[in-house]
């Protein structure tokens, strides 16, 4: 029973490198999403996606790419990272109206 | 412009007693209510909700209120274990949840012996 799955769970990367986190779920849900959570702040919302082939922008879009080809993935790309994505990201899941099930967590610094 | 605000950053109850967290809201569209529990190094955990239609809803141990003319939301436990020591995110959507969760900036509920 995986639920939500996210990699790396940890990772480096130097200015101006691209990488993508990877986010799974095993639930059949429609609606997934990407947060990042910062030192004494509540998670904040960067995208989100209602179903295969659809998404959007949520609070804090800049400088992250996002899409969903399948029901099951949503990967978050970082086209050219920046000293402030050092963050935590959480990748989230639901059907509509369910619970909101939450990833483990990938921490990312970049240098 | 915080949405969702949680003013207590830290909370300190003994064992056994009751633990009140509370939270506040300034967008009247919301319509659903979350409460997760985030242990360092996890993802948050989904403990309780509560729908805008109710004033109140239960489960074991956690029970959420809410007051719509308020803007207001509590979180009680009773009674406070030492496994309940976490922060507690406070989170709000509408439309129940399709567009994401709006969340609080949490409080660290310590519970002491």
């Known amino acids: 029973n995986a639920g939500v799955t996210q990699t790396p769970k940890f990772q480096v990367l130097k200015t101006g490198q691209s990488m993508t986190l990877q986010c799974a779920q095993d639930m059949n849900h429609e609606y997934m999403s990407w947060y990042r959570q910062d030192p004494g702040m509540g998670l904040r919302l960067i995208h989100y996606s209602v179903g295969a082939g659809i998404t959007d922008q949520g609070e804090v879009p800049n400088g992250y790419n996002v899409s969903r080809s399948t029901t099951e993935d949503f990967p978050l790309r970082l086209l050219s990272a920046a000293p402030s994505q050092t963050s935590v990201y959480f990748c989230a899941s639901s059907y509509r109206g369910g619970t909101i099930y939450f990833g483990e967590g990938s921490w990312l610094t970049v240098v | 412009d915080q949405q969702v605000k949680q003013n207590s950053p830290s909370l300190s109850v003994q064992e056994g007693r009751i633990s009140i967290l509370n939270c506040d809201y300034t967008n009247s569209m919301f319509d659903y209510f979350l409460w997760y529990k985030k242990y360092p190094a996890e993802g948050p955990t989904f403990l309780i909700s509560i729908s805008s239609i109710k004033d109140k809803n239960e489960d074991g141990r956690f029970t959420v209120f809410l007051n719509k003319s308020a803007k207001h939301l509590s979180l009680h436990i009773v009674p406070s274990q030492p496994g309940d020591s976490a922060v507690y995110f406070c989170?709000?959507?509408?439309?129940?949840?399709?567009?994401?969760?709006?969340f609080g900036k949490g409080t660290h509920l310590i519970i002491q012996p």
């Open positions: 989170a709000a959507s509408e439309g129940g949840g399709a567009d994401g969760l709006t």
